[in-house]
């Protein structure tokens, strides 16, 4: 049999993973022709069709599967040696992927970590916005933020934010012609701003709690949206009422930009928090990002 190249199969392996050239492709900084020519190159070496490729996705044939089962631990552990590798350096190196909320990665993540990116350039770090509820290992990122009441008990969390307040605001324009809501279930007749969320597709329903009591509220609007900083500027604008950490309309609150609306009955979570499986071999570049987000 001819020498196969190990790029060769890591390109194999990358695609049955992702089930796509274009997934795949981005995570080698590739172009995805020049992926499925390697892959071709590779099934001509030897002699057999290891994926099918077709308009929804690329799936394995059996050939492909044996192979893949056969090689993924093995890969698995070769990419592992080969980021051991950065350990014995003097200087840490290495890729970081954390997935996050946009909330935590503008106000926790990206501050923290900056300083750091400057005094180590052999780290890269890749924050991934996401608000659904992931599997970290599957999707191969080293840790994900999340509040700490959504973090799986097999996992190792690390606070690394006091606990959240979230608040209702609406800009002046809005509230100058409307009486404002005396409970939360009042909010079903005013116009809101909403959140979908990727992991059920649903619209978020806003969370409220006094003397406590919890109540959640499915509110109705013009506007609806998936990340935080598209929620701020349509509350700005007048578009109607808003659910949001309070830290990152404060400032707007302060300026008389927006204004409190209930503001007896904000809930408050319990914090963000790192989180990594617990079988994960801390490198030095990951000891760092610990080191860099962990309260005092």
Known sequence: MAKIDFNHLQAFILVTREGSFTRAAAQLGVSQSALSHTIRGLEAKLGVRLLNRNTRGVTPTEAGERLFASMEEHFDGI????????????????TIRITTHDHAATTILWPRLSPLLARYPDIKLELNVNYGLIDIVAERFDAGVRFGDQVAKDMIAMRISPDVRMVVVGAPAYLAGVTLPATPRDLTRYRCINMRLPTYGALYAWEFEKEGKALEVQVDG??????????VQATL????????PQDIVESHVEAGRLHYVLEDW???FPGYHLYYPSRRQSS???ALVLDAL???
Not at 82 to 90: P, Q
């Open 284 to 286: 030095p570049a990951f």
């Open 79 to 94: 990419q592992a040696g080969l980021s051991a590798l950065n350990d014995t350096k003097e200087q840490p190196a290495g």
């Open 222 to 231: 013009q506007c609806i949206f998936n990340t935080t900083p598209q929620i």
């Open 294 to 296: 962990r309260l005092p």
């Open 266 to 268: 904000y809930p408050t």
């Open 237 to 244: 604008e007048g578009h109607g009422l808003a659910y949001l």
